[in-house]
């Protein structure tokens, strides 16, 4: 008996609509075989996961219409902007009734509620398919040599490859919108905390064009999917994409450090992104760049500015909470810096964590002339923080690593896998944690994120995107046999099943590779800063 029938009362009686389930720590379909014993637990609207499956499911949707009504379109399912996809059609334009009419034979298919179904090919039979369909659709599974299990998800005679799992029925999907975006269009879709409405516009040009100005990079050097990264290493190519891919790194940095001395008032750096972005890497490299352009960085941390702990806000399980602005001595961080700018000398804190302190000893701090501050922080990019500095006085950059390669046409790489990726070597390779510490604790480091660092984005002078179209063949190599030591009897089992499966599409890429001053040595150590 299938879960959904198991279950049926439970499932029609959720407040939110049911997207899938654990079983026994993995991953599963509604139409999954309950056998007797199992652990089930339902995942919904109003959590991540499910609402990564409702994504999932809504572009599965759309590619269906797209096929009904216009089968000869090339879709490239690009990035995330908010609560948004941004979709393009390679080979047709945009127009407003092209939208009109995917988005009515969307909604066909969902009033109908018809079943999405996983169908499982071995090796011979899903190489007989791709012969006979001539498809793109899913053959990044057969490239995988040690691959025996190709799977497509069908409704009607529709097919396709989803990374990640599907609804089991179009019904659920009710929640949506197109929308005619630039040269393509959003699909629209709600958040995990209010999953019954389409989420609210929220600007985002500054990311969509530093977004754009990568993805158009990479079409140029033709690596925008795994497929094409995976040929470049059988090549021997992927040395020259390296060497490319980093010299763009460096032409921005310089180019942001150009901008800076352009603007002759500034005296104050501000540096934000989210975790595993590469900041402690980017301020070095950006610090160098400055130098070239006549300007001395200095760093100031601030976290040596906390509040007393027994000043320290708690958080909702009655915890310190050192992520919230109000974590900061804002009085004494402002006193100091308008101190700085206005050439006069400041005694220095720094915070001892263990007694939760400031203590003084004696070191001191004056600005030449020639000479800016740089600090960063989660809370760079608030004005609140530096709230006595004029706004001509501060220069704010956001950086994060906004991956723009694809699995296929139809399976973006999440930015935020990415970092997850990122961090869990860092996290091994620096901190002594792992990989079932790191997935632990990442729902808490993202949501210190989603109020800390996301809302500010666009108002940054800068966006700098850390991501580098090679790095997870590297860091490939040191997170699998990590992931691979998570059990079943984890709750974490789940995500790290998922994590393998995808790492395991990459050819591995060797870390020598791998310049000394490249942002990536931040996490696999062995760089030059």
């Known amino acids: 008996m299938k879960i959904k029938e198991k279950f049926k009362n439970e499932i029609e009686n959720s407040k939110y609509h049911v997207m899938g389930c654990f079983v026994n720590n993995e991953y599963q379909t509604l139409n999954y075989e309950y056998h007797e014993g199992d652990n089930v637990e339902f995942i919904d609207m109003s959590s991540k996961e499910g609402m990564k499956i409702y994504r999932r499911s809504l572009i599965y949707i759309m590619g269906k219409a797209f096929e009904e009504v216009y089968p000869e379109a090339l879709i490239t399912v690009n990035y995330q902007l908010s609560h948004s996809m941004f979709c393009e059609v390679d080979n047709m334009k945009i127009t407003e009734e092209m939208i009109e009419k995917v988005e009515a034979k969307m909604r066909e298919i969902i009033s109908k509620d018809l079943n999405i179904e996983r169908k499982i090919m071995n090796r011979k039979e899903a190489e007989d398919f791709f012969n006979k369909t001539n498809t793109k659709r899913g053959k990044l599974q057969i490239e995988l040599e040690d691959n025996n299990e190709i799977s497509m998800y069908y409704c009607e005679d529709y097919y396709n490859y989803f990374y990640g799992?599907?609804?089991?029925?179009?019904?659920?999907?009710?929640?949506?919108e197109l929308k005619k975006y630039d040269d393509g269009f959003l699909i629209k879709y709600p958040s995990s905390k209010n999953p019954e409405v389409v989420a609210e516009d929220i600007e985002t040009k500054k990311l969509a064009f530093a977004l754009n100005e990568y993805d158009d990079l990479h079409k140029v050097l033709k690596v925008s999917t795994v497929s094409k990264l995976n040929k470049a290493v059988e090549e021997n190519k992927i040395k020259d994409i390296i060497m490319i891919d980093e010299g763009l790194h460096e032409k921005k940095i310089a180019g942001i450090a150009d901008d800076?001395?352009?603007?002759?008032?500034?005296?104050?750096?501000?540096?934000?992104?989210?975790?595993?972005?590469?900041?402690?890497?980017?301020?070095?490299?950006?610090?160098?760049?400055?130098?070239?352009?006549?300007?001395?960085?200095?760093?100031?941390?601030?976290?040596?500015?906390?509040?007393?702990?027994?000043?320290?806000?708690?958080?909702?399980?009655?915890?310190?909470?050192?992520?919230?602005?109000?974590?900061?001595?804002?009085?004494?961080?402002?006193?100091?810096?308008?101190?700085?700018?206005?050439?006069?000398?400041?005694?220095?804190?720094?915070?001892d964590f263990k007694v939760g302190t400031k203590r003084y000893t004696g070191k001191k701090l004056k600005l030449a002339p020639d000479e800016v501050l740089v600090i960063e922080g989660i809370?760079?990019?608030?004005?609140?923080?530096?709230?006595?500095?004029?706004?001509?006085?501060?220069?704010?950059?956001?950086?994060?690593?906004?991956?723009?390669?694809?699995?296929?046409?139809?399976?973006?790489?999440?930015?935020?896998?990415?970092?997850?990726?990122?961090?869990?070597?860092?996290?091994?390779?620096?901190?002594?944690?792992?990989?079932?510490?790191?997935?632990?604790?990442?729902?808490?480091?993202?949501?210190?994120?989603?109020?800390?660092?996301?809302?500010?984005?666009?108002?940054?002078?800068?966006?700098?995107?850390?991501?580098?179209?090679?790095?997870?063949?590297?860091?490939?190599?040191?997170?699998?046999?990590?992931?691979?030591?998570?059990?079943?009897?984890?709750?974490?089992?789940?995500?790290?099943?998922?994590?393998?499966?995808?790492?395991?599409?990459?050819?591995?890429?060797?870390?020598?590779?791998?310049?000394?001053?490249?942002?990536?040595?931040?996490?696999?150590g062995g760089g030059a800063f």
């Open 165 to 176: 799992m599907l609804a089991s029925n179009t019904g659920v999907l009710k929640v949506f």
């Open 260 to 351: 800076i001395a352009k603007r002759k008032g500034v005296k104050m750096i501000l540096i934000a992104g989210p975790s595993s972005s590469g900041k402690t890497t980017f301020a070095q490299r950006l610090g160098i760049q400055l130098k070239i352009n006549g300007i001395k960085p200095v760093t100031i941390s601030v976290d040596n500015y906390f509040v007393e702990r027994k000043d320290t806000p708690l958080d909702e399980k009655g915890n310190y909470n050192f992520e919230v602005l109000e974590a900061i001595d804002l009085k004494l961080f402002n006193d100091h810096l308008t101190k700085l700018l206005n050439g006069e000398e400041v005694e220095m804190p720094e915070f």
């Open 379 to 524: 809370h760079c990019l608030n004005d609140k923080l530096t709230s006595s500095i004029s706004k001509e006085q501060k220069y704010k950059i956001y950086i994060s690593d906004l991956t723009v390669l694809n699995m296929d046409y139809y399976n973006r790489i999440s930015s935020t896998d990415n970092r997850l990726i990122r961090r869990m070597v860092r996290d091994y390779q620096f901190r002594g944690y792992t990989a079932l510490h790191t997935l632990k604790s990442w729902d808490s480091v993202n949501r210190g994120e989603e109020q800390n660092i996301f809302p500010f984005q666009e108002t940054a002078d800068a966006i700098f995107n850390t991501s580098l179209i090679y790095e997870l063949g590297v860091l490939k190599t040191i997170a699998l046999p990590l992931l691979q030591e998570i059990t079943r009897d984890n709750k974490e089992y789940a995500e790290a099943r998922r994590l393998i499966n995808f790492l395991k599409y990459f050819k591995d890429i060797p870390q020598d590779l791998v310049p000394n001053n490249s942002l990536l040595k931040e996490f696999i």
